[in-house]
Structures are given as C-alpha cells and as structure tokens.
C-alpha cells in the first residue's frame, strides 16, 4: 500500500535575541506536523538528548518548557526545509523542497555563530541552498547523527559524545 504525499509547511522557529546555538532539522515529522511541536515522536530522541547535553534535571513535559529550557540556554531550534511534498515522515521520502533562507535569519539574529544539522537531509538541504554561509569564518557549522527513532544505529551514548560538539 502506498502513502500518498502531503504538502507539508514547517513550524516557525524558536529563537530570541540570547540565541548562539541554532539546531536545524530538515522537517518535521507527521506527528510533529499534526502537534505543532519539533521533536513530538514520542521515540524522538532530540529532547532526552538536549537534557542531558544541557545538565537539566529532566525533560520538561509540556513542550512550551522544553522550547524555554532551550532558550535559557541560548538554544534556537529551526529547521533546514520550509515546505515539501512528503508521504509519512522519512526524509528519504521528501520531494520538492524549498529552503529556508539562511542568510536573512542570520541577519535578523545575529548572535548566532554555531548551527549544529540534525541528521544528512537537514545538512544537505541546507548546504545546498546556503553555500555562501558554509565558508563564512565566523560560523561553525556541524552535521551531527540524526536523533530520529530511523537512526536505530546510532544510541544515546553515541549521540551524546557526537552532539557534545555543538556545545565545545
């Protein structure tokens, strides 16, 4: 049986004039989408794995808490892809895409100078649509593991040391 694609539009971003860190997905996932919420899989491991990485206590359970543990950090959360056609949630599966643009939000916020990519899709979109901001010097820019239940490979341990880069 095949899914039939969706036109899927992504959430605004979470962001304020502290931020230094941006986390960028590649597009939220179907129960992402139908929450309004980054990271609502319940398997996702994006928001364990920020608890941790941050020295919290625990992960906030109402996700406008979890957005503020992250600001409080200076954390924003975004995503590479703006709008595209997709069947179900695997990246692998999207078509279509249309970047957001980099350049202009960077304006808008300039304090941010590390964007960390969670997983290939969301780093390849975005260094295709924004290969000027790949060789500005004052920008640290890191492909890190996706977080996605789909990345089973890859466990918290792991994802711990590799994702502790963004925060070096």
Request: charged content about 20%.
């Amino acid at each position: 049986m095949s899914k039939e694609n969706t036109h899927c539009a992504g959430l605004p971003p979470s962001v304020d004039k502290r931020s230094r860190i941006l986390i960028l997905g590649s597009m939220p996932g179907a129960a992402s989408l139908a929450a309004q919420e980054y990271y609502a899989h319940p398997m996702n491991r994006f928001w364990p794995l920020m608890t941790k990485l941050l020295k919290e206590t625990e992960t906030p359970p109402e996700y406008g808490a979890r957005l503020k543990m992250l600001l409080r950090h200076h954390v924003a959360l975004w995503d590479a892809i703006d709008t595209c056609d997709r069947a179900g949630s695997l990246d692998s599966d999207i078509r279509n895409a249309t970047a957001n643009d980099f350049t202009a939000f960077l304006q808008l916020w300039p304090n941010i100078r590390t964007i960390g990519l969670n997983g290939g899709t969301a780093y390849a979109t975005f260094a295709k649509a924004n290969r000027p901001l790949l060789t500005r010097s004052d920008l640290r820019i890191l492909k890190l593991p996706s977080t996605s239940p789909a990345n089973a490979r890859w466990r918290m341990d792991d994802l711990l040391r590799a994702w502790s880069e963004l925060f070096a």
